[in-house]
């Protein structure tokens, strides 16, 4: 359950008034909630409660130190993709030990730091990064590399082109057919420790079937190599999707029937379409969530600035853009918007964008909305999740301030950037 909710007609974040928020520190403002972060954590651990997961929150979904402590505490392991994201694990608190460390092109630095703070393993992505490891291991005397190959399983997994990772039209993981080999390959090497296996199909996943079809196919792969090589875990990866649509008007974070969209997979119906498959292995299973956790945990508060009429269309400008939250105009996503204060009588048909000069910068097209006027607030949901994480300073625009909300506190967990701070290293020819 998410803890966004009008009372008296205005939004809150759990116990937060968002209007008197973005009085206080002004929009651009991406607020969290921290109950409901812990809530799917605790939720996804309970309905595979029958494997005990470890559970690698995928840091890129959203990388910001408090909510990386949050889950720390809450026992999260960490899923990372770059020296920068292993980093911010450390300076967050979080067991190294319990931290895998994925991606195609990890740098010798990023390998080194791995191996010097002992992640839980790498999770590598093609022969020539299993070597380059084994090299980087080879120098540190006495210090084998944990590594775990990704397979890619060439499931198709549905959803946007963009966030397929499961089929070999992707650069990620490496061919199922060449896998055995590669492990068989490496067996007896002294700088490496093969400790388990790794897939991900993908991202924003909503029905059970594909991942029931990939685990389907791991499997006898997995057992084989488990047997062979004393593999300890097989990690599913991340990519349980999550519900865009009517976030607020169910009160529900996912998985109940949409109005638009076909229904969404419940967490019980992912948990029992892989589980007895997971059970018989006896190994440990590792997931990687990222948008799961983080995704419905999270709006982007904007303020209306102008609003105009074409001939042809009404728009509504607000002062959040495409640098802010990316995602409709990267992946075509569709974000619910709704008014922050109590919705005025009525409803107009507007588009909601943003002041980036690019015809792109669009939140959402044709929206019908409560009449929106200059000073008004928006909350654009779910956008918790490649929401601020994915956010730039295009247009020379600083990044949003960021709040996590716990019960009726709010705390500033990262403070708006300045323009000063976006040309900071610049030098004046
Ligand atoms: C290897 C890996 N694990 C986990 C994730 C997290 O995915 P999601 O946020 O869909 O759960 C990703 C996302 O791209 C990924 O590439």
């Not at 009008?6 to 002004?26: H, I, M, P, Q």
């Not at 993981?173 to 490496?192: C, M």
């Not at 509504?316 to 974000?335: C, F, K, Q, S, W």
């Not at 909305?369 to 956010?391: C, H, Q, T, W």
């Amino acid at each position: 359950m998410h803890r966004f909710h009008r009372k008296g007609g205005k939004l809150y974040a759990e116990g937060v008034n968002l209007d008197s928020l973005a009085d206080r520190l002004g929009t651009p403002l991406y607020v969290y909630s921290a109950g409901t972060i812990l809530d799917h954590y605790r939720r996804l651990r309970g309905a595979m409660r029958a494997v005990d997961p470890l559970i690698c929150y995928s840091v890129k979904a959203n990388s910001n130190l408090a909510v990386l402590s949050l889950l720390a505490r809450a026992g999260s392991g960490f899923d990372v993709v770059s020296g920068g994201e292993l980093e911010r694990v450390r300076k967050a608190g979080g067991k190294i030990a319990k931290c895998v460390f994925a991606g195609v092109g990890k740098t010798d630095e990023e390998i080194e730091a791995g191996l010097r703070y002992g992640v839980k393993a790498f999770h590598v992505e093609s022969e020539e990064e299993l070597e380059r490891i084994a090299l980087v291991a080879g120098r540190k005397k006495g210090r084998r590399a944990p590594v775990s190959l990704r397979v890619n399983p060439d499931v198709e997994a549905g959803g946007h082109a963009k966030i397929t990772t499961g089929t070999y039209a992707n650069k990620f993981g490496i061919p199922y057919e060449l896998v055995a080999a590669a492990y068989r390959r490496y067996a007896g090497d002294r700088r490496l420790k093969l400790v388990g296996i790794q897939m991900h199909i993908g991202s924003q996943i909503t029905r059970s079937a594909p991942f029931r079809a990939a685990v389907r196919k791991m499997i006898p792969l997995v057992e084989r190599l488990r047997d062979r090589h004393g593999l300890e875990y097989f990690d599913l990866g991340g990519g349980v999707g999550i519900v865009y649509e009517d976030a607020l008007a169910s009160g529900r974070d996912g998985w109940w029937k949409s109005p638009k969209a076909e229904r969404a997979m419940t967490l019980a119906e992912y948990a029992t379409s892989i589980i007895p498959m997971l059970r018989a292995l006896k190994m440990e299973i590792l997931l990687e969530p990222g948008r799961f956790l983080v995704g419905n945990a999270g709006v982007l508060v904007a303020e209306v600035l102008y609003r105009k009429q074409t001939g042809k269309k009404h728009f509504t400008v607000i002062d959040a853009g495409m640098n802010d939250l990316v995602r409709p105009a990267m992946y075509e996503a569709y974000h619910q918007i709704e008014s922050v204060e109590k919705p005025r009588p009525g409803a107009i048909s507007t588009d909601i964008v943003g002041p980036v000069c690019e015809s792109g910068d669009v939140f959402g097209h044709d929206r019908a909305l409560s009449p929106l006027e200059r000073g008004d607030r928006v909350a654009i949901f779910s956008a918790g999740a490649y929401g601020f994480s994915m956010a730039s300073s295009y247009n020379t625009r600083p990044r949003p301030a960021e709040v996590l909300v716990s019960g009726t506190k709010a705390k500033v967990i990262r403070k708006r950037e300045t323009v000063a701070d976006l040309w900071r290293g610049e030098k004046k020819s």
